[in-house]
């Protein structure tokens, strides 16, 4: 049976469709992902990562989603980008990112928890997405459907990596730890926490990239500007002993250079107290080894000024209705990450929001094919 080029060409990007339905409730999409982990290594420090042989998901799983999408996919060389709303968004001077990076980047999912458990992405059970609650396991498994998708759509590597806890400190601390073990392989390594969404999943790293001034050979961390707070008439919660807002570390972005690996070092072996004096006290204290990276690690590796790159708070950090609560004094709205760090019972809701208007952005580009005018 033969049909039409419209009808073909639909076909064709209907198939993609149900294959991101499929990876959202399917268990054996799950199994495979999981699967994909278990030959782990451990190194000295008893962190896991997976063997990087890139066997994630079904064969050819990457190439439907980003086919899918391929309509609507913000070019890397785009200067200005224009959200549903109809904000337009540019990228400033900056040209360095004109090619994409695909695989010479990583997105990195890490946790100490296990995000299986009743309902959880890692569970034997097919998911039922309705009851999902977005805390605990079921947080992890909100951040890992967005970020899967917007590496397969954009081609980038993706890992979770659960990793043991580091005796005596705050969980947290895991980051400069996995970071320092996975960058060697990477021309970048992008961490995304898991309260925090990427909002606008046509949009490629790349374009933030140059939005962000992040210089090819020379920038060695990017990090969001954290929301400043109010408390009893200072903004004491959200600075540095020198009155600087903390950087965030929600969102990190690593590129593969000397001074990122000596940068990753210092910062992991900050409460060893063998370089800085006092950052022992970051182990548990709030707010652990965000704070230690923003007192110390910031003032010792940034010899050129573009080293260490703060990003807009309101670009990567933050939500829309954020400001005024827990004394937060910043109206920072994640315009491309957002950051859930008080509600993070929104992220389930941001998550399906920003699948669904992708969805329904390509739906629209092929929807026209339909449509009949009155005679």
């Not at 799950?30 to 451990?42: T, Y």
């Not at 959880?120 to 805390?135: F, L, N, P, R």
């Not at 990596?161 to 992008?190: C, M, N, T």
């Not at 961390?221 to 950087?247: C, F, W, Y």
């Amino acid at each position: 049976m033969a049909f039409p080029p419209g009808a073909q060409r639909n076909l064709r990007i209907a198939i993609p469709v149900l294959i991101v339905f499929f990876f959202i409730v399917s268990t054996a999409w799950v199994s495979g992902i999981l699967g994909s982990l278990a030959d782990r290594v451990r190194d000295s420090t008893g962190i896991a990562y997976s063997n990087g042989n890139g066997a994630i998901g079904p064969v050819g799983l990457g190439e439907a989603i980003s086919a899918l999408y391929e309509p609507i996919k913000l070019p890397v060389t785009a200067r200005t980008y224009t959200d549903q709303r109809g904000k337009k968004f540019d990228v400033g001077g900056a040209e360095y990112w004109n090619q994409p990076l695909r695989k010479e980047v990583l997105i990195v999912d890490m946790d100490t928890r296990d995000p299986g458990g009743e309902n959880g992405i890692s569970s034997t059970g097919k998911i039922d997405w309705e009851s999902v609650k977005a805390e605990g396991p079921g947080l992890l498994t909100v951040a890992h459907v967005n970020h899967f998708l917007y590496s397969q759509i954009h081609g980038y590597d993706y890992r979770f990596i659960q990793a043991k806890k580091i005796k005596d400190h705050w969980d947290s601390w895991i980051k400069p730890h996995v970071l320092k073990e996975l960058l060697g392989a990477y021309r970048f390594v992008v961490f995304i926490d898991a309260d925090t969404i990427v909002q606008h999943l046509e949009v490629p790293l790349e374009f933030l990239f140059n939005r962000w001034n992040i210089a090819p050979n020379v920038t060695s961390v990017a990090l969001p500007v954290d929301t400043r707070q109010m408390v009893e008439g200072k903004e004491n919660i959200s600075a540095d002993s020198k009155g600087r807002t903390v950087l965030n570390t929600g969102v990190i972005v690593m590129q593969n250079l000397p001074l990122s690996h000596a940068m990753l070092r210092a910062w992991q072996e900050c409460t060893t107290e063998k370089r800085y004096p006092g950052c022992g006290q970051w182990k548990t204290k709030w707010s652990h080894e965000q704070r230690a990276f923003s007192e110390y690690i910031r003032y010792d590796f940034n010899p050129d000024g573009n080293n260490i790159v703060e990003i807009p708070c309101n670009d990567a950090n933050g939500y829309p209705g954020l400001v005024g609560q827990a004394w937060v004094v910043d109206d920072c709205k994640g315009e491309f990450m957002r950051h859930f760090t008080v509600d993070k019972n929104l992220a389930k809701d941001s998550t399906a929001n920003v699948l669904l208007q992708g969805i329904a952005e390509v739906l629209q580009v092929n929807f026209l094919q339909y449509k009949t005018r009155p005679s």
